[in-house]
Structure formats: C-alpha cells, structure tokens
C-alpha cells in the first residue's frame, strides 16, 4: 500500500531558504488576495527557493478552511507558481486536513506541512500516527509529499522521533521531511543523521548554516519574511563552498532573528512589513494576536536598519 | 451596542445537569447522525436538563466545521429540541466560531458554549477579548448568548477572571456563562461569587452538589453521559431542600467519577456506553484519540457495575 502512495515522478525537491509567508488582511480581517501575491512573489524575489504559505507565521489557524483554500487558489492564480510553496495543511480535524491537503496539490504543491492535531493533550504516538497514516490513505495520491511540523511550543503536542521512525517505515517517499520549530538545535542535528532522504528544515535561520552543514533541506521561518535576501547568500555562500563568508553571513543573519525575536514574532513582523511597504494591509492580525504598539514597532525598525536592514525589504 | 445585542426575550436560562454527549461514529469515522439523535434523546430522557453537544468530550475539534454543522442539524432533525442544546462552537478561527454559533442560533439554541482560540500560545487578555467580541459583534443577534469555556489543560489558554469581567462589562446580557473544566473547585467558588448572574458550570459533576450550593448554574460533564441519572438525583434533591440525601448521591456520584477518571475519559466513556448498549458506533473515534483496549474497558465496567452503575445506561 505504502509504495503505490509513493511516485517518484513529477515532485521536485524542496530545498533551500523559505519565508513562513505573513498573510496580509484588510480592515475586516479578510485576506488580501492581492496583496498576499505581492508578497509572496517579492519573497522569492528576493531570494526565497520556495514559501512555506499558511503556517504558524500565516495565522492559518485563524482562517477557515474555506479561507485558506481560496486563499491559495488566488496566490496561484495571482502569479505565484504552486510549484515554489509548501502549504500549511495541518487540522485537529483529519477530515479537513484532507481537504486542505488535496486543494495544495491541486495547484502544484510539492508538499504539505501538516501540523499534528492540537486541541488534546497527551495524546499518545499510537493516535498521531493513526493521524497522519489516514490522512495519507484518505488523499491516496502518489503526488502526496508529507511534512511534519513539528511547534511543541504551540501545539502542546510533539512529534518524536520513535513516530517519525514508524511514519517513515509505514510511509517511505511520502512522509517527505520535518520542519522543526522546537528551537532545538541538538534535535535538529539528530534528525538530520538519523534519518537519511528525509529533509529537515529548521523553522529558524539561526540554524540555516549549521542545518545545510549537517546535510539538512534548509530552513522555513517567519523572521525569512524580513530577511530573505541575507539568508539566500548564507545559503549561497555554503553551497559555494566559501565557509568564512557563510559564516560571516550567518552571524549578521542571526543577529537580525535575534533582534526580532525580542518581541511576538507575527505582529512584529507585520509592524516591520507596514513600516518598510508603506502598506496598510500589514496593520490586520487576526485575533486572539494583538498589533504590536507603534513606539515598539518603530523602535525594532530602528533596531534593524542599525543592524543594515535594507529599506526595501523583505 | 452591547444593550442592542442583547434581548431578554425567548431565550431560556441554561441551568441543571448537562452532559458533554459523546458522539458516535461510523467505521469510515463518520458521525452516525441516527446513533448521535438516540444517545441524545437518551441522555435528556435519562435526567439531563440539557445537552452539551460538540464539546471535548464530543470531539467537536476532530470534526470539520462543516461535520458539525451538519450533525447539529441532523440532530435536531433526529427529534432532539434545540432548545435543549448548548454546542461548542469555538475554533481558532474567528470566522468559523461565527459561523458555527450561528448554526446553533438557527436551530435554537439558548446559548453556545465557546472555547478560546487555542492555537497561539501565550496570547495577551487583549487579543482574547478582541476574538470574543469579534464573534459577538459579527453575530449580531439578540438572541446569541456566549458561554466561555475554560479548559487550559486542553487549549494552554486560560480565561481570566479580569477578561471575563471585562467582557461581562462590554456585553451584559450576551456573556452569559461558563463552563469550567479547569478542575479547580476554588475557581468556580470564586465566579459564582464574583459575577452575580453568570451562570456558572462545573465542567464536572463532582462539584455538582457544591456548585448548586454557591448558586452556580450545575455541571456540564463528560462522565454524565453515563451518570445522568444519578446526577439528576443530586441535582433534585438539592433543590428539594434534601441536602443529607443530595450528599449521600453526591458522594455515590463522586465514587463513579473518580472511577472513570482513572482512565482516558473519552475512550473510557465510548467503551462504556458500546458495553452498554451493544451498539458498535462507539468502537470509533477520530485520531488522535485511540479506543481502550478490550481488557481496561471490561476492567472498568466491571468497577462501575459494582458501585452500581444500572445496565441499562447512561
């Protein structure tokens, strides 16, 4: 069963710099269609090999179903090419999971990021594979590539190692790759080794250099929504071979993610995107996220542009 | 505003005994809408005042919107009042908690009961009221009566007792009540208390009997799915002025919950009621809940049949 799920055929690689996209809303906390292709096209512009849309970052837990999958038909339709994303697909529903999942293929998708279910607690490895195995047979489509984000900050719910194992044995081909967001480095690096073909994305560039020189895909991450540009030489300057440079390159980077991280993350990322588009669709979160104050906002800009944060971002 | 949302007009107090209803599923995983209206109507027959459908217990997270839409309406359909009904109706996404509560509002619901977004972790009482009265101002119906569910073992999002008053402030009349499962009897002690006219739920029917007593509105639980009966029995001896005999029930009642509790309530209550009743739609359950196994599920019926428990169930 497991082997037909999987073709090798027609699904590119994910590797490289990716931005966790922010999702610009209006006034009335829609989605910006318009806007979130404007985006998403300057990201890969400026550098990014691909997006990780509908993430964390993207307030995809705030939008409906029905919102995120609209949302996603109009970034394809608005010039984003399908091929460059990695949806966030992930449900405490398996059904809509399903759904979602089947609507990022449809526009061309290379994979899905697929979240654990999150509402229960202490759940046990047997239930989360059961997750994760019928969202597979559910979808039964050999262009089905799984990545399992892994947020344990936020889901309340990790994904171990001894689940990947049996996700990969049960699943080889389809369960794809990781991004891990527990802020682990020593996790990284041993899911990096011990699982070989499967791509690991660290869900910050402070890991970007250390996660490539460990044989790791790369990195997905909100802070990417900012510093896209210096995270694509990091990575460019590695792939080179020129380590000094990379390394060089990466403390600048880390510094930037350092800055930033020092307030919520989303708001300030939206605050910084207001600030260098002159934008208003930057000033919508959705609740329960609040906007960061204009004094704090102002001050991370002039933090940044300090630290050499180039006025055209991203 | 507020006092324009709010009509005293049609819409019944909440109060009583409540089961969070289990929801029955099919072998596909989904919900058996014949199998849901019998169990429902059971439980009503059995001694509850009222039904919280789609709660935890319910696995209404595990359920699409749309799952849940269609269900409630089958249910009533099924020849279960809406009247009787208090439906979880939260989600993550704001859009979806409006959508959900006006279902429930359509087929008549006195109230919804509604979970904070839970997702985001660490989130400001700022961004939680913003969701709270996003859905209520989006609602816009006088009939709409929002009780806050607390359960920040399952969500990592507590309601606090400043947001609640804050809310209460903004919307008197719409912020109704709560249900608290926080486990916490010195909490409940303190809403009943502190907010004169909030009805207040114990999320378990162990604090039945002291909850009546502090003039909180009663319990909304899982393990009443098969307790309703006694439970009913402690509820009308109270209200009889029975209190010696309310505490001897109460303390029978107690013995069944602690029972229960030492297993995974949810797997434990569905194997129950499939032992009860012979009916296979309670073998199943959404991933990422796993059923009991065989041996622990004959364990536990075995010591609640000792303590009485009746055959015929709930």
Redo the contacts between chains.
């Keep these: 069963m497991a082997e037909d799920l999987a073709s090798k055929e027609n699904v590119e690689q994910l590797t490289g710099v990716f931005a966790a996209a922010l999702t610009p809303m209006d006034d009335g ?1 829609n989605v910006d269609h318009e806007a979130f292709a404007a985006h998403c096209s300057r990201l890969l512009d400026a550098g990014c090999h691909g997006l990780g849309v509908f993430g ?1 970052t993207g307030e995809a ?5 029905d ?1 995120r999958i609209v949302a996603l038909e109009a970034l394809v339709e608005g010039g984003v090419s399908g091929e460059r994303l990695l949806p966030g697909t992930g ?6 999971a399903v ?1 979602l999942s089947r609507a990022a293929l449809e526009v061309g998708a290379p994979g899905v990021l697929v979240l ?6 202490g ?2 490895d ?3 594979f ?2 994760f195995a ?1 969202l597979i047979e559910r979808i039964a489509d050999p262009r089905l590539r799984v990545y399992l984000y892994n947020f344990p ?5 990790g994904i171990s190692l001894p689940l990947i194992e049996r996700l990969l044995e049960a699943y080889p081909g389809v369960i794809a790759g990781t991004k891990d967001s527990a802020g682990d480095w020593e996790r990284i690096e041993t899911l990096c080794h011990e699982f070989p073909g499967f791509r690991v994305f660290a869900g910050t560039e402070r890991y970007l250099l250390d996660t490539l020189r460990h044989g790791g895909a790369g990195c997905i991450s909100a802070t990417v929504n900012v510093t896209s540009q210096l995270a694509r030489q990091v990575h460019d300057a590695h792939e080179a071979g020129r380590e000094g440079e990379a390394e060089a390159l990466q403390g600048h980077l880390t510094e930037l993610r350092d800055t930033i991280e020092a307030y919520p993350a989303i708001p300030a990322l939206k605050s910084i995107m207001g600030r260098l588009t002159g934008e208003g669709v930057w000033r919508s979160l ?5 906007n960061l104050d204009d004094e704090k906002a102002d001050e991370l800009l002039s933090r940044l542009r300090d630290l050499g944060l180039h006025r055209e971002g991203p």
């Design positions: 906390l964390t837990n705030s939008l409906s179903a919102e449900s405490c529903a398996l059904t809509e759904r654990p279910p999150f509402y229960y607690k759940v046990s047997d239930g989360l059961r997750f019928g900050q936020m889901t309340g719910v959705r609740p329960p996220l609040t």
